[in-house]
């Protein structure tokens, strides 16, 4: 399963200020306090639950609050930790999987992700709170980036920050096309799924603007193949997503394009 790996610091060149810190420690010291308990913490442990419910408790603070340019150190440390939590369930001992004496690299590969997969659907209920966060949390980053590669000089949109803008592109193609193929899979339970699958309805606009528009058709038609394997509202959701990815409204980080080929 693909999931959300967006690096900007590229992108950015030099941190930005922060602004109104103590919005955000509530839920930078849960993030802290949760990869600092021994791994993988569960959300059904008496230590690990509080944290875990504070994480899942970000709608509102997402939603209503209006983020500005100084939120975007912020926002880029906050993003960031669950990503890696995540990464870490995901990734929970794959590396030291047994692979058949003289396997090939096609079955190396198959053990690897079967693994992946165990883990997806054993830490699930930790990936469905911490999955619906990073949704949110980047969905409020991308618009913020955006504002900011916009205003750069022409001369100060050199290579580094043109691959930030790559990466943030592949970032949010990644976070769709993973989070769909997850619901047709069934790797989690429908609850879980659900739980992660409206996040990414609730923020999918966000994803999209920054896709190149060949990018979203490449997902829509990605979605449009997994759709009929899904039902109720989970079709619906999936349908949503296509019908957002019609837009063809494309600002500077969407018309960057990939680099040439040698």
């Known amino acids: 399963m693909n999931i ?16 109104a810190a103590d919005d ?14 021994p791994q993988p913490a569960r959300a059904s442990s008496p230590e690990a639950a509080p944290l875990f419910g504070i994480m899942a408790d970000n709608k509102d603070f997402f939603g209503n609050r209006r983020f500005t ?10 993003c960031n930790a669950p990503t890696q939590q995540v990464t870490r369930y995901i990734m929970q001992d794959v590396m030291s999987t047994p692979v058949p004496p003289g396997a090939d690299q096609n079955k190396i590969q198959e053990t690897l992700r079967a693994k992946m997969t165990a883990n997806v659907q054993q830490y699930q209920d930790e990936l469905s709170l911490l999955m619906p966060f990073m949704a949110r949390c980047n969905a409020r980053l991308m618009p913020l980036m955006e504002t900011y590669f916009a205003a750069l ?19 949010a ?19 879980n799924t659900l739980r992660i699958a409206r996040a990414m309805a ?15 058709t490449r997902l829509a038609e990605l979605a449009a193949a997994e759709l009929p ?7 619906a959701i999936v349908t949503r997503v296509i019908q957002d990815l019609q837009d063809k409204n494309c600002g500077k980080i969407c018309m960057v394009a990939p680099p040439k080929a040698n």
């Open 173 to 191: 193609f990644n976070n769709l096309a993973g989070n769909i193929t997850m619901m047709s899979r069934k790797e989690m339970n429908e609850e």
């Open 69 to 78: 340019q100084g939120d975007i150190g912020p926002l880029m440390e906050m």
């Open 4 to 19: 959300l790996k967006v690096t900007l610091a590229a992108l950015l060149a030099v941190a930005a200020p922060l602004a």
């Open 202 to 216: 609730e923020t999918s606009t966000a994803y999209v603007a920054v896709l190149p528009l060949t990018e979203r």
């Open 153 to 171: 000089p022409k001369e100060e949109v050199n290579e580094a920050r043109l691959h930030g803008a790559r990466q943030v592109q592949q970032g």
């Open 24 to 37: 955000f420690d509530a839920y930078r010291q849960a993030i802290a306090r949760l990869a600092a308990l």
């Open 229 to 235: 394997r899904l039902g109720g509202e989970q079709a």
